[in-house]
């Protein structure tokens, strides 16, 4: 089970990795992109390495 509505924060992606399987993040990334001026993608890159991280060390609120 992925959530994908509403999720741009990695407080977002930490809250609801205790209960889903993953994060879809789709319009703050292209919006992130779309002001990236220096056309570099060094923002987005540590936008989504935040992401990555608050998924680290994650106990499921749920038990299948």
């Known amino acids: 089970i992925v959530a994908g509505f509403g999720i741009k924060t990695p407080e977002d992606v930490a809250q609801i990795s205790n209960y889903a399987d993953g994060c879809v993040i789709g319009s703050e990334i292209i919006r992130r992109i779309n002001c990236d001026t220096a056309h570099d993608f060094e ?6 390495r ?3 991280n608050a998924t680290k ?3 499921r609120a749920y038990k299948l």
Not at 43 to 48: D, E, H, I
């Open 43 to 48: 923002g987005v890159t540590n936008y989504v």
């Open 50 to 52: 935040g992401l990555k």
């Open 57 to 59: 060390n994650k106990t």
